[in-house]
């Protein structure tokens, strides 16, 4: 057999949880909460099977999580998506992302990325017959730099992917950058792939800007969410796609031939959960919480933190404890210090190092109070 991703492992994710395990470390490596979902959330759930709900559902999704996704979307972003015919129930973000990918990229096309990135996307993008078109982030800052992005656009480009709030380096896109993609789209017929999986993990009274809410964005973008993040439910693989009637139309016929639908019961607890928004508009506070008192920890050793404005991931400077590159170090730090973390050159190509890890605080307090004590010594 000769391999459709010869340059491919085994996920830097599955490897540093398998090592934490193995060590006994506590796994701040991988992005789960260690916590469980509101029982009512599972109550839902499990209302819909004792009903029946366990066949085959709609092949786009149960009407009612549809409903509920497009009337949060409008509540949030202003934009009314067509629930029937614009928007997609799919298995989390990560099948999601590879069908917007499969739908639209030819072979020979082309897709911008940006650096760091997560590490679906490429391979993505490879298994549908495109290139790669990498754009780094603005080094020390991550925050998107235009004239890169616009020179890299050129007639072969089908598409970019977009993250906000961004995994690994917790950079949220502000509104002016927002509109400014807009602007360098604009003389394009560029699809955008908008990874907003971390949408309500913003902080300190930021504002997550979607795609959605701009409508030169919105016109020509697939946006992605994921209630596994959400809801503490990262097992249950259940995310959505918003995108207009002609993209969401190419998109459902790979959708079909793919999963062809997501599970039914947790399509209707996840609908009727949504009723009350009190659950994700109060995501960006709990998850602040967490933040600071993990970074409040962290102040005393020599780590140096970097900026956090979204997402759950807080990356540190180790540059003051060690010089061992990041792969090395994160071993390191897991088998010596009992602390799993991600090397932030696993989000590049060719495994750029900065000294830089990336460590996941949806954490029991306890848990990561644990990590801190023996984060401490360094
Ligand atoms: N995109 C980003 C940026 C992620 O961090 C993740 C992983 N949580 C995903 C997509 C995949 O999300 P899901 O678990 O819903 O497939
Ligand atoms: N998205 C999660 C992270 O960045 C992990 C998902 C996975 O294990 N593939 O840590």
Redesign the pocket.
Known sequence: LTSRLPNVGTTIFTVMSALAAECGAVNLGQ?FPDFGCDPALVEHVHAAMQEGLNQYPPMAGVPALRQAVAAKIAALHGRRYDADREITITA???QA?LTAVLCCVHPGDEVVVLEPC?DSYAPNIELAGGTVVRVPLTPGTFRPDFERIAAALGPRTRAIIV?TPH?PAAVVWTRAEMQRLAEILAPTDVLLIA?E?YEHMVFDGGEHVSAAAIPELAARAFVVS?F??TFHV?GW?V?SVAAPAALTAEFRKVHQFNVFTVNTPMQHGLARYLADPAPYLDLAAFYQRKRDLFRAGLAASRLRLLPCEGSYFQSVDYSAVSDLPEAEFCQWLTREIGVAAIPMSAFYEGGFEQHIARLCFAKRDETLQQALDRLARL
Do not use: E, H, L
């Open positions: 992005g989390g973000a990560t992302i997560y993250n995994n990874d999986v994921s596994g993040k990262t693989k995310g």
